[in-house]
């Protein structure tokens, strides 16, 4: 069974401070992984997609890296702007129909 | 995302009732999902569609069912609502199956 897990599960941060998020997943065939950002009131909105190890993307302050293992979504200098929870979605497996989520991380940026 | 729009946004009910969340998409995508998001559990599949022949059960599908009406079209019914069902729930499209996911703004659903 796919299993996502994210860490930590709150972060609060002053502006200006970067910080990392963290998933971790176990999959059988690995077809993708979603970085998903989810305001209050709201539904997920796409981030980035990563496909194989090693690959990064970028937008902004946020960058997202992918190993064989894990995925790191680094804020930096973030802005309170920022604040949202963080999703993390691994797609997988022969079907690849099915988007298994992590529990989010809630990011709070203080001005 | 306008995109895909749920209705309606909000709904308080009781036990036994039967209920209708609906969801419409602008982008002409074939593949739409429903999830239900609760408090610490994420995310979870509760049915999902191909095109309008195809019906499939996600992860949750024990007292929801679905009903595909066009293409635009992807409704989610709970025959008897229980209170655990109250959560969010969301309403999702896809174009192929590497692209991501588009989600609505979501129905928050409470039942008493």
């Known amino acids: 069974e796919d299993q996502v897990t994210q860490s930590p599960e709150a972060l609060r941060l002053q502006e200006g401070e970067s910080s990392s998020l963290n998933c971790s997943y176990t999959v059988s065939g690995l077809r993708g992984l979603f970085w998903y950002r989810q305001d209050p009131g709201k539904g997920p909105e796409f981030l980035f997609t990563?496909?194989?190890a090693g690959e990064e993307k970028e937008k902004e302050r946020l960058k997202a890296t992918l190993t064989k293992k894990e995925s790191f979504l680094h804020i930096t200098a973030p802005k309170p702007e920022d604040s949202a929870t963080y999703l993390c979605?691994?797609?997988?497996?022969?079907?690849?129909?099915?988007?298994?989520f992590g529990g989010g991380t809630r990011v709070l940026v203080k001005p | 995302d306008a995109d895909v729009t749920q209705t309606p946004r909000n709904r308080i009910t009781k036990t036994g009732k039967r209920i209708m969340l609906e969801c419409s998409q602008t982008k002409g995508h074939d593949r739409m999902y429903w999830y239900r998001q609760d408090p610490g559990l994420g995310l979870r599949l509760i049915y999902y569609s191909f095109d309008v022949k195809d019906i499939n059960k996600g992860e949750i599908s024990d007292g929801y069912s679905v009903s595909r009406q066009a293409q635009a079209k992807f409704s989610l019914s709970l025959e008897s609502a229980i209170p655990n069902q109250t959560a969010l729930y969301f309403c999702?499209?896809?174009?192929?199956?590497?692209?991501?996911?588009?989600f609505g703004d979501g129905t928050r659903l409470s039942i008493l």
């Open positions: 990563l496909y194989s």
């Open positions: 979605a691994v797609q997988a497996g022969a079907a690849g129909n099915k988007l298994t």
């Open positions: 999702a499209v896809q174009g192929t199956i590497n692209q991501p996911q588009h």
